[in-house]
């Protein structure tokens, strides 16, 4: 028994309306986006759309997101359950797949295969999980979804993804021009407006449908707006306020108690069951309330609702919270008595009594929790499970909180939280996974590695499974290779017998970096793709790390083998996927790989620029240890860069982050070259020795070769035979290439160091081809080969130039060219394409003494004709 | 719309007096002109459907003054057309023809105040007609 009043009427929204009768009926998309400002008219519109859709036979629901309904995973999408959260697997666990398979089936049972319009307002204030479900049943074809965003508010990107893959359809909506206004006012008024106030309207509302809505009828209630003679007058010329929620707050504040507590039980409840609203309030409340445009009725199902989320929020803002509280409680309990305890029902029941700051149901807000993990929602996790009293946690929710709070950076709670559930009975599967994740937490988070070891050791003495028990090896493995000790990590995945998938994938993330870093770089490459291979075989829930690890270790791979330019290619192609599907902590490490790989290729601008980034990644996301090495890099190009306060700003910044032995030797690169722009040599040979040795106790045969090649580099001293043999031990060419430059240095042979340059010129080192050509140039000098001399030199300088500014000691310097001030002068002239002549004139020389002075300029520079001499001058020699 | 609005809109369609049938053809040319598809949504003879045209023009403007007529006229003639294929986008290009039509035939009399009128209440027809349309539209099957 709906009320009919005249509608108010739509507006310059016709083309917006075929659009989605077209997309609804074309079968090719799954919903409609309506994006927009505030009271553009994006609900409006969308009704609209659900009316007709209504009206061809299809059934319809509406769905509003808040920020109480977040409070509960789905708690916004009830209206949609079938049967509330479902029921409880073993270990409390909701299986959210079954769980949104037996929804779409219970709709499609429901409405005989129909698809269900469906309208939800306001998805960017959805909780992840209800986002998922309504994802999931439109990509089923269970529902067709028209989604509202207001502008300023994220559009989830799982709906961004479908529009752009043209399986949803997107309308953009935009305040009414003054025409439409026009119409707008003639439509609702029935008749013609007087000009001056038509004027005023535009002037307050600039178009803005729901601020002329509020306008117009705030006026005709207040009766400010009369109709005389046919003709609509402004009578009372108050300045109308230009905030339109200041003005929706005056139009909430004159209505009278019982018509204010129909609509602040609406905007903490609704939506509200009209035969249920009709006994609450006294007659002719509703009606009022309609005819005002404060709320809607749906002539299908008979629900009420608020006109606007607009309207909700200022009823909410402006309620005492005592208030709010006492409403929801009373809900709670007349649904509690009147509804099945394990329905949709128990879900609204549940939100309220959280939204009342109270206590509900703890076997719901356990499920709740468990659907929000599944959508990746640890905050609702915590919040949720926190809500639960201590003493009535089991060991599966201890692990789902620890587990959240790691995942959010808690790391000292996520410790107290895993050791109560371990002391809880529990299974061998929870107990295994809380003594991983616990351990997890003390080496990522709390970088305790000695603790985590233990924890581990702990663990595998109590399970028994010989699954379980190989996943337990493999995660201290894990910990040993990223707490610093490739070769133990290697030691201990020998002990992994079993060849179960899931334990093959772990092992290939830690075996591929340990073999890697021990020199063993073709095996590291092969573990990587078959981890990777593995790894998206698997496809189901497990809690390990993202597959784009193997791509990241691959990339590790890579650099250490010296093929730099794949190195890159690659950590630049995955950084761009992980980049649109938000895993920071896969961006985190392709940036500190992509700054590493700039480093070694002498590209040290674009090193600080990826080091920085990975470093300001680590820190948004609170990851302790890349950023720690994240912070390494970036003070080791500062250094390159000659930058000295900012590497020693950098350094200094570091030590607020706990210690991260992962890649420690490489780290103390940074403390080493930030000695040499300190002009503290002494410090920076002795850190480059006990780093190396450091290196070489722990397995990090590249890094030590690394090491030990920037001390040859910086100090002179010889460090060739080390480098050699580790040259012998380790199958990368840079690695190989690093010890015959130390050797040629030593020898201090012309023709060798020019070969070193050229291996490192093929390896794209150029920081390094351009100090071995300069070694060259040192070293022809010395043999007095001058001309030889001059072109290594100018190689140098060419090679130099692609280092973005580098300046280490090897590098060749300006005054090293050796032309005299007349033969440069005379030189610069020829280079900008004066002929001979000219510059005898301008110089008042004979022409004879300039080509003579040439001739010099040419030998010594190593160039036969003039655009040579204005190339090699043009790069700064 | 304004009062004075409505009348600039009566005054200014009454100066056409016998050149209506003139405004009728200009009308047609013009929109074939911006849009040459639409011509095969009209179906009718070319020159019955002047006639038409004109006939409801004038039924329209008269009724100008009174919103309920008004509708009466523009929701029958809205649906009628959802019937021959027209779109909202058409609604558009017809309106842009019919005040370029009416700025030929009326001249220097046609001045901005009278564009201004004529814009507003085609906007209003253009309204309530996709307001007809939509109530009468086929229902697409699934």
């Keep these: ?877 | 719309m304004t009062p004075e609005q409505i009348a600039l809109v009566q005054s200014s369609f009454a100066r056409l007096g016998p050149e209506l049938p003139t405004l009728a053809t200009r009308f047609y040319q013009e929109l074939f002109g911006r849009d040459p598809a639409l011509r095969a949504l009209f179906t009718t003879d070319l020159a019955v459907q002047k006639v038409r045209f004109a006939e409801k023009l004038t039924e329209i403007v008269r009724a100008m003054p009174r919103l309920g007529e008004l509708l009466g006229h523009t929701r029958a003639l809205g649906a009628r057309h959802a019937g021959y294929g027209v779109r909202a986008v058409d609604y558009r290009t017809v309106g842009d023809a019919l005040l370029a039509a009416l700025a030929a035939v009326l001249g220097d009399t046609f001045d901005a105040p009278t564009r201004e009128a004529w814009a507003i209440a085609y906007n209003l027809m253009a309204e309530t007609m996709l307001e007809g349309a939509a109530s009468a539209r086929p229902i697409g099957s699934q």
């Design chain 1, 1 to 877: 028994m709906a009320i009919t009043l005249p509608r108010w009427p739509l507006v310059g929204r016709r083309a917006e309306l075929e659009i989605f009768e077209k997309a609804l009926c074309s079968g090719e998309h799954m919903g409609l986006l309506l994006h927009g400002p505030a009271g553009v008219g994006k609900t409006r519109l969308a009704d609209e759309c659900r009316e007709w859709a209504a009206a061809s036979g299809h059934p319809t629901e509406h769905v509003t997101g808040s920020q109480t309904t977040a409070l509960l995973p789905l708690g916004a999408i009830v209206a949609l359950l079938a049967a509330g959260l479902g029921q409880p697997g073993p270990d409390g666990q909701v299986n959210t797949v079954a769980l949104f398979e037996e929804t779409r089936r219970a709709l499609h049972q429901r409405h005989h295969g129909r698809r269900v319009v469906t309208v939800a307002d306001d998805v960017a204030l959805l909780d992840a999980a209800s986002l998922a479900l309504l994802g999931y049943l439109a990509a089923q074809g269970t529902i067709f979804l028209i989604a509202t965003v207001r502008t300023g508010d994220p559009a989830p990107d799982l709906l961004t993804g479908l529009w752009r893959d043209g399986r949803m359809e997107r309308v953009d909506l935009e305040d009414l021009s003054r025409t439409q206004l026009d119409t707008l006012l003639h439509l609702a008024l029935g008749g013609p407006i007087e000009a001056g106030a038509g004027r005023e309207f535009w002037e307050v509302t600039m178009g803005n449908p729901l601020y002329v809505h509020e306008l117009v009828l705030g006026a005709l209630g207040s009766g400010a707006l009369v109709e005389r003679s046919g003709v609509w007058h402004l009578e009372d010329r108050r300045p109308a306020t230009s905030r339109l929620l200041d003005l929706v707050g005056q139009r909430i504040g004159g209505l009278s108690a019982e018509a204010r507590s129909v609509v602040e039980l609406l905007a903490l409840c609704q939506p509200l069951e009209l035969g249920y609203l009709e006994t609450a309030a006294p007659f002719g409340v509703l009606e009022s309330l309609e005819r005002a445009g404060l709320v809607t009725i749906a002539v299908a199902d008979g629900e009420v609702r608020l006109a606007h989320p607009l309207h909700g929020e200022v009823i909410r803002a402006a309620m005492p919270r005592l208030r709010a509280r006492a409403i929801l409680l009373a809900e709670a309990e007349r649904l509690e008595t009147s509804y099945p305890a394990h329905g949709p029902a128990a879900l609204r029941i549940a939100v309220w009594r959280l939204d009342a700051g109270g206590r509900p149901d703890p076997a719901v807000l356990v499920r709740g929790a468990y659907l929000a993990r599944d959508a990746q929602d640890f905050r609702l996790v915590r919040r949720l499970i926190e809500a639960v009293p201590d003493e009535q946690l089991d060991a599966a929710e201890a692990l789902l909180l620890g587990e959240a709070l790691y995942e959010l950076g808690v790391f000292e709670d996520a410790e107290r939280v895993l050791a109560l559930g371990q002391g809880l009975p529990s299974s061998e599967h929870v107990a295994l996974r809380l003594a991983v994740t616990r351990s997890k937490n003390a080496n990522w988070g709390l970088c305790q590695p000695e603790t985590a070891l233990a924890i581990n050791a702990e663990a595998r003495a109590i399970v028994t499974d010989q699954p379980l028990v190989e996943q337990l090896v493999a995660e201290e493995a894990s910990i040993l290779m990223f707490s610093g000790h490739p070769d133990r990590a290697l030691a201990v995945l020998e002990r992994i017998t079993g060849h179960d998938q899931r334990t093959r994938v772990v092992r290939a993330i830690v075996g591929a970096v340990a073999l890697a870093a021990t020199g063993r770089t073709a095996d590291a490459m092969t573990a990587a793709e078959a981890g990777f291979a593995d790894h998206t075989a698997l496809g189901d829930e497990l809690a390990i790390a993202h597959p784009a690890t193997h791509i990241i270790n691959q990339v590790f791979a890579l650099t250490e083998a010296g093929r730099l330019a794949e190195a890159e290619r690659l950590a630049r192609a995955g950084a761009e996927i992980v980049a649109s599907h938000r895993v920071p902590i896969a961006q985190i490490w392709f940036a500190a790989n992509l700054g590493r790989v700039a480093t070694l290729q002498g590209r040290v601008a674009t090193a600080r620029r990826y080091y920085a980034e990975a470093a300001g990644l680590a820190q948004v996301n609170r990851f302790g240890g890349p950023r720690r090495l994240a912070l390494s890099g970036l003070a080791l190009a500062h250094a390159l860069l000659g930058e000295t306060d900012a590497a020693a700003q950098e350094l200094a910044e570091r030590t607020t982050v706990p210690a991260f032995g992962f890649l420690g030797p490489e780290q103390q690169l940074a403390d080493a070259w930030t000695a040499i722009v300190s002009r503290r040599p002494r410090d920076a040979a002795q850190r480059f020795r006990s780093a190396a040795a450091q290196a070489a106790s722990t397995g990090h045969r590249i890094t030590e070769s690394w090491l030990l090649h920037d001390l040859m580099r910086t100090s002179g001293e010889d460090t060739s035979a080390r480098l050699r043999e580790l040259a012998e031990t380790c199958d990368s060419p840079l690695v190989a290439a690093r010890a015959r430059h130390a050797m040629a240095a030593r020898a201090r042979d012309a023709r060798a160091l020019s070969d070193a340059a050229g291996d490192f010129e093929a390896l794209g080192a150029m920081l390094l081809a351009a100090e071995a050509a300069s070694g060259a140039a040192e070293a022809f000098s010395r043999a007095g080969d001058r001309r030889a001399a001059t072109a290594a030199l100018r190689r140098a300088s060419a090679l130099g130039a692609a280092c973005e500014g580098a300046v280490t000691p090897g590098l060749v310097r300006e005054a090293a060219v050796p032309l005299s001030g007349r033969e440069r002068e005379i030189a610069m002239l020829a280079a900008e394409g004066m002929t001979s002549k000219d510059i005898a004139e301008r110089l008042y020389l004979s022409v004879r003494t300039v080509d003579n002075h040439l001739q010099h300029a040419y030998a010594k520079l190593g160039v036969s004709n003039r655009a040579e001499l204005a190339r090699v001058l043009g790069n700064g020699t």
